[in-house]
């Protein structure tokens, strides 16, 4: 996290931005490369799942008459999120539909790197973990084994059903209200495209409720923007007790957010795989050009078959037309690092 925060200081030379925002352009690239796939257990709108770890059992990848086993070193091929407007389920959601497949409903599929482990909750009614541990442990050792995943740790978990308290549905529904009446009065100036983009945060205190509005630094009509949306907080007698505004530049952004995706996705097409043995990925956007680090633990260079491999399967992701379109005209500079930090492989534009 380090190395992160650092770099997000950066950003400061190029844009304004709040700290909350700056918190949520850092924890997007974090979300991708330790993604949970959620589901909730009640229906709530958006809902935050508590899970409850009540036993915890740790298991290695693999079961005792595989131990000798090398998972398969398979092509890579990296998937972007989003293909012909489709969602492309990451590994997290295919595990999370391999266990309902067994029968158990999922609270959560986690997965941290450093090292690799994937967890496993469980909302367990009529079994124990101990009895769902030993049902689903082959299963999903095989499914990674037999897609070249060989560096994870199970860690299975049971979560507890917390009930949202009321006060939080209520703050739940005057944000989703103040969302709405944002891009509404940013549609009407003919700001429809920065409407797209989530422009207003929430803070609630004891004593009042405090929007935050992040302004593209673009936009003339920005105070008028402000009155008319504080108007609109009026007619409707929300409980807004003031907004704080934030300038922003929305272009850098724009490219920070989705390279924010692309380093996620070229990262997670090597995680967890000993052949590149990954522990880490970091990004930014300075002076529009991207930068993506993407760390191993190996101390000499793989092979020059696998550093080509490697070269071959991001020109080929790079190459796929959502991806050309998303690109633009962005120079960029993709690096795999050493354990040591010396770079071994460099694709730049």
């Not at 978990?157 to 009321?166: D, G, H």
């Not at 944002?182 to 700001?191: A, H, I, L, M, Q």
């Not at 920070?256 to 996620?264: E, L, P, V």
């Not at 191993?296 to 959502?322: D, G, H, N, R, V």
Request: glycine letters at 4%.
């Amino acid at each position: 996290m380090k190395f992160l925060d650092e770099q997000f200081r950066e950003l400061d030379e190029e844009l304004k931005i709040n700290e909350q925002s700056k918190e949520q352009l850092k924890q997007k690239i974090l979300q991708n490369v330790t993604t949970k796939e959620k589901r909730p257990i009640k229906q709530y709108g958006w809902i935050a799942i508590a899970v409850c770890m009540c036993f915890i059992i740790t298991l290695p990848f693999y079961s005792p008459t595989m131990a000798s086993i090398v998972g398969k070193v398979l092509p890579i091929k990296i998937t972007p999120h989003y293909s012909e407007g489709q969602y492309n389920p990451n590994l997290t959601a295919q595990l999370f539909e391999l266990v309902e497949q067994e029968g158990y409903a999922v609270g959560s599929v986690g997965i941290t790197p450093s090292p690799y482990t994937i967890e496993v909750s469980l909302l367990l009614k009529d079994s124990t973990l101990k009895q769902a541990t030993k049902d689903l442990e082959p299963t999903i050792t095989n499914y990674l084994y037999e897609n070249g995943y060989d560096e994870y740790e199970l860690l299975f978990t049971e979560a507890k059903e917390v009930q949202r308290a009321p006060h939080e549905d209520e703050e739940s529904k005057l944000y989703d209200e103040v969302r709405e009446i944002v891009k509404e009065v940013f549609t009407s100036y003919g700001y429809a495209e920065e409407a797209d983009y989530e422009l207003a945060g929430f803070k609630s205190t004891w004593f009042s409720n405090i929007v935050t509005l992040d302004m593209p630094d673009h936009i003339e009509e920005s105070d008028e923007i402000i009155v008319d949306i504080e108007k609109e907080f009026e007619s409707r007698k929300l409980d807004i007790k003031d907004i704080e505004v934030t300038t922003f530049n929305l272009a850098h952004r724009l490219q920070d957010n989705r390279w924010a995706y692309i380093a996620s996705d070229i990262y997670n097409a090597m995680a967890g795989k000993s052949t590149y043995h990954l522990t880490g990925v970091s990004y930014k956007v300075r002076k529009g050009h991207s930068y993506v680090d993407i760390k191993t633990a190996l101390t000499e260079p793989p092979s020059e078959e696998t550093i080509k491999e490697i070269e071959a399967a991001i020109q080929e992701y790079f190459a796929l037309p959502e991806k050309k379109e998303q690109l633009q005209n962005d120079d960029y500079t993709i690096q795999l690092e050493l354990e040591n930090g010396e770079p071994f492989m460099e694709v730049t534009k």
